[in-house]
């Protein structure tokens, strides 16, 4: 196993060990930041413990976090793309839902990737053309007429405000996107949406997905990578289907229609 997948999985797990003592059933004091979403003491925690081992590990690489931003972006060099805590709103009232999400991007693409949840003991990683694994057992998406009627569509709180939805699978919300793509990947969605999701949302998770067989694309069309941080970028939305083949994520992205303003 490459030695990057190695530190990222070892330091997600760490990460999430970390997080796992702040938690309670009781939930956890937060905040709100600027922009509306919730920030946790443990967020911050998370995201200097991961930012310390990268620059520890690879003082040449960069790193963009949800709390800390990026320094300086200098194209060219690779990129290292967190979301110290996936799920703050779940962390927050005692919901078990919650992760860490740690990427590494090489000419702007998903290169490694390592998503561990704790209170499930499930560590998602990935290497770009070596395959997904789940707890280092290989992962693979459910072919779609395995689903019967048991199949389900994961989106987020704000799909229904924000489009009209005739998707037909029984939805779930489970409140973290990269556990969203995770849930795809293992064949346990058919197919899921994220309707506002940043880059740290979605690095991470785009790669277990393709890597496991599946597929995401932009609501838009296309793809996010490679990557090029420009300005504004912490307010910038990537709306994201996620399925199980190119045809499916097709199909889903048809039933999902903005909504006029």
């Known amino acids: 196993m490459d030695t990057t997948l190695t530190f990222a ?3 997600a797990r760490q990460a999430g060990d970390l997080l796992s003592g702040f938690f309670r059933l009781s939930g956890t004091a937060s905040m709100q930041k600027a922009d509306r979403t919730v920030v946790t003491e443990a967020d911050l925690a998370a995201d200097e413990l991961i930012r310390g081992a990268i620059q520890a590990a690879y003082p040449d690489d960069q790193i963009l976090t949800e709390e800390s931003g990026i320094a300086q972006y200098q194209p060219g060099r690779p990129m290292w793309v967190i979301d110290p805590l996936d799920g703050t709103t779940n962390f927050s009232l005692g919901l078990h839902t919650w992760g860490v999400s740690i990427a590494r991007l ?3 693409y998903p290169d490694t990737a390592a998503l561990y949840f704790p209170l499930f003991n499930e560590l998602y990683s990935a290497q770009r053309g070596q395959g997904a694994w789940l707890n280092q057992q290989p992962l693979q998406t459910s072919p779609e007429d395995s689903y019967g009627t048991t199949a389900f569509f994961s989106c987020c709180s704000r799909t229904f405000r924000r489009y009209q939805v005739s998707v037909r699978y029984k939805t779930r919300i489970l409140g973290a996107a990269a556990y969203d793509f995770c849930c795809v990947a293992r064949g346990a969605a058919i197919a899921g949406f994220q309707a506002s999701t940043k880059i740290w ?3 991470g998770g785009w790669l277990i997905l393709e890597e496991a067989g599946g597929f995401a694309m932009l609501h838009s069309g296309g793809s996010p990578f490679p990557y090029i941080v420009q ?3 912490q307010q910038t939305d990537y ?4 399925a199980a083949s190119p045809a ?3 199909k ?3 039933q999902l229609v903005p909504r006029s303003a």
């Open 106 to 108: 090489v000419d702007g």
């Open 231 to 233: 300005e504004g970028f």
């Open 201 to 203: 949302d979605i690095a």
């Open 252 to 254: 889903v992205r048809g």
């Open 248 to 250: 499916l994520a097709e």
């Open 239 to 242: 709306p994201t289907v996620m």
């Open 9 to 11: 999985e070892s330091l």
